[in-house]
């Protein structure tokens, strides 16, 4: 059975360009949550999906937007990337019935220059 | 903002040893969670407690939730090397979890 997964495992971008960070889901789960992890913080959650809609958003600017398939995948873009936006991209997904568990896969390193 | 705050932010023990990490949080909650991450990666989930729970256990981890005090604790007990780690409380908001800042465990063998 298959956790959760991401690509790329590192990224590294300039300043200005935009980027898409993919995630699959645990086998079985719906729903897909997207977090950001700067550097010594904890994660702050960006947004959540379920049936292809975004259902929750974390405090983040427009510059970050998503997208849920079909088969429950999901994508987040961020375009017009800061120097600030460098951190790890963290993915977790769960039943939309149960959300209380969330299972997290192993992350996208992102820096930006 | 993060909604809970670990106490102490570093920890170093040696094997064998047990140790507490604290961590509280600000709102009303259904449940609080505690995580694991090893070197920068992805978080593992430990053990939830309800708040109707006063304290759960399993294996070697043991949580306890005042919701009075709006704290909890995380107690490992008889550490090894390889609980190095950070752990991180979270509270968790309609499928959103809101994490602390975590606390950074360091295992001597």
């Known amino acids: 059975d298959a956790g959760v997964t991401q690509s790329p495992t590192h990224l590294i971008k300039t300043r200005g360009q935009q980027v898409t960070l993919r995630c699959s889901p645990k086998?079985?789960?719906?729903?897909v949550s997207w977090y950001q992890q700067a550097l010594g913080q904890g994660p702050q959650f960006i947004f959540q999906?379920?049936?292809?809609?975004?259902?929750q958003r974390g405090n983040f600017p427009d510059r970050f937007s998503g997208h849920q398939f079909p088969n429950y995948s999901s994508e987040l873009n961020v375009n017009a990337l800061l120097l600030g936006d460098s951190a790890l991209y963290l993915c977790?997904?769960?039943?939309?019935?149960?959300?209380?568990?969330?299972?997290f896969g192993p992350g996208t390193r992102l820096t930006v220059t | 903002s993060q909604q809970g705050e670990e106490d102490p932010q570093a920890l170093s023990i040696q094997e064998g040893e047990n140790a507490t990490m604290n961590c509280s949080y600000k709102?009303?909650?259904?449940?609080l969670q505690w995580y694991r991450q090893n070197s920068g990666r992805g978080l593992v989930h430990l053990i939830l407690i309800r708040s109707n729970e006063r304290e759960k256990h399993s294996g070697r981890l043991r949580v306890t939730l005042d919701t009075s005090k709006k704290s909890s604790s995380l107690l490992i007990t008889a550490s090894r090397a390889a609980d190095t780690a950070s752990y991180f409380c979270a509270t968790n908001g309609y499928g959103k979890l809101t994490f602390g800042q975590g606390t950074i465990l360091t295992v001597h063998p």
């Open positions: 977790a997904s769960s039943l939309a019935r149960d959300a209380y568990e969330q299972y």
């Open positions: 086998s079985g789960h719906d729903t």
């Open positions: 709102t009303s909650i259904n449940n």
């Open positions: 999906y379920y049936e292809e809609e975004e259902r």
